[in-house]
């Protein structure tokens, strides 16, 4: 008697024609098909298959060609997608640690959550969450801060600036100073003296120009005002009219600064290595995302959409 060397089952009275694929095993009367067998055939349907021409037959009857197949892999269509998280490795965007999300609010901290980092000191104990709610059928996800002391940072690669706004470029953070170009008030009665040489405060000068201030423990630290409509910020003094020092973090030419015609003030990035993160409340998920808590880079990824 003939015998399956991996599941024992009765092979006998098989032949060759009638014989399953060698990537699958039969048990009794039933074929079940091995992990391999069922990535072939997926790899195989997901090859575009072109249709062929219409042919005429020898009644005259004209034969249709077949349907291509565009079936596509299985998905749910009723339960939550299953969103995966990466703990990065240092010095890698996509190589760490990986977590599957199969609940509607996953919570990540570094002494409470689904996920906790507990080596992060600069993480709060609760300090973002990632939640799944249910829109017109479909589900939505949002990344929320739960609070946290030092913020939840999401890599962009254009924003319009508006006040207060705080990013990371580089090692450092920054927040954006809108400035204030306006004068300082005329007495409605003024004196009838004579005014005598006033000092100029400089510092209220450097104010009146939008700026990214460096925010350092102890407070605001430099500013780097824009005084023109276009600049650029990064390590080459040469190219860049922003220039970063002592940052090594920082590419040679980091971002754009710009001004558009609603008088807006914008930063892009420019083909950086460590990107621009903005500082989020909460923002909905679109899609895949890099995620910055302390300092610890996390990658969400979504599943394939059909």
């Known amino acids: ?54 042919r005429s037959g020898g009644d005259g009857r004209v034969t249709q060609p077949e349907m291509a197949d565009d079936t596509v892999p299985f998905r749910p269509l009723r339960r939550m997608p299953t969103l995966k998280l990466c703990v990065l490795d240092d010095g890698s965007r996509d190589q760490g640690e990986w977590f599957w999300i199969r609940k509607p609010r996953f919570l990540v901290g570094r002494v409470e959550g689904d996920l906790i980092i507990g080596n992060e000191i600069d993480m709060s104990g609760k300090h973002f969450e990632i939640v799944a709610t249910m829109v017109k059928n479909e589900f939505k996800f949002v990344l929320r801060d739960v609070g946290s002391r030092n913020g939840t940072f999401l890599r962009v690669s254009r924003l319009v600036l508006r006040k207060d706004m705080e990013l990371i470029l580089g090692a450092r953070r920054y927040r954006f100073d809108p400035g204030s170009a306006s004068q300082p008030e005329i007495p409605v009665n003024p004196s009838q003296s004579t005014g005598g040489w006033e000092r100029v405060d400089p510092t209220a000068i450097q104010t009146m120009f939008p700026a990214l201030v460096e925010q350092t423990g102890s407070g605001a630290g430099k500013r780097h005002d824009f005084r023109t409509d276009e600049l650029f910020l990064g390590r080459d003094a040469r190219r860049c009219v922003l220039h970063v020092d002592g940052d090594p973090l920082v590419s040679p030419v980091h971002a754009k600064i710009s001004r558009d015609q609603k008088g807006r003030w914008q930063i892009e990035n420019q083909s950086s290595l460590n990107g621009i993160w903005l500082r989020v409340q909460e923002v909905a998920l679109d899609g895949d995302a890099e995620v910055q808590a302390g300092e610890q880079r996390i990658l969400i990824r979504f599943p394939p959409r059909f």
Request: charged content about 10%; glycine content about 12%; hydrophobic content about 40%.
């Open 1 to 54: 008697m003939a015998t399956c060397p991996s599941c024992y089952a009765d092979l006998s009275g098989i032949g060759a024609a009638s014989a399953p694929p060698a990537a699958s095993v039969q048990r009794g009367g039933t074929v079940v098909e091995s992990v391999q067998g069922i990535r072939d055939q997926i790899q195989q349907a997901q090859q575009p298959a072109a249709a062929g021409p219409a």
